[in-house]
């Protein structure tokens, strides 16, 4: 059974930055490596929204909101997503969520508030 575990949320002042980790485990490594992996934000009352997206096979894709402030990656090895936050604005204060073989994380909160 496939779990994602998030860590790596927390408030932070405007212009600040955070890196949050999402660790599957369970997952095959195989299996991991050739998925594709996503970050997702939600605001209360409206929508969970893509924000940065690892293709299978390789190759990125961000929203326009984050693009060049943020940066998604994955250590294959250790089964782990990343998504390195920066230049944060309060605009990306959100739950952000991490996404695998339609899994989802639990959750991590973001504040960016000065």
């Known amino acids: 059974q496939v779990q994602l575990v998030e860590s790596g949320g927390g408030l932070v002042q405007p212009g600040g930055s955070l890196r949050l980790s999402c660790v599957a485990s369970?997952?095959?490594?195989?299996?991991?490596?050739?998925?594709?992996v996503a970050w997702y934000r939600q605001v209360p009352g409206k929508e969970r929204v893509l924000v940065a997206r690892f293709r299978a096979f390789g190759g990125t894709n961000y929203a326009d909101a984050v693009q060049g402030r943020f940066t998604i990656s994955r250590d294959n090895a250790k089964k782990v997503i990343y998504l390195q936050m920066n230049s944060l604005k309060p605009d990306d204060t959100a739950v952000y969520y991490c996404?695998?073989?339609?899994?989802w994380g639990q959750g991590a909160q973001v504040t960016v508030s000065s």
């Open positions: 996404y695998y073989i339609a899994r």
């Open positions: 369970g997952a095959s490594g195989s299996d991991f490596s050739r998925a594709a």
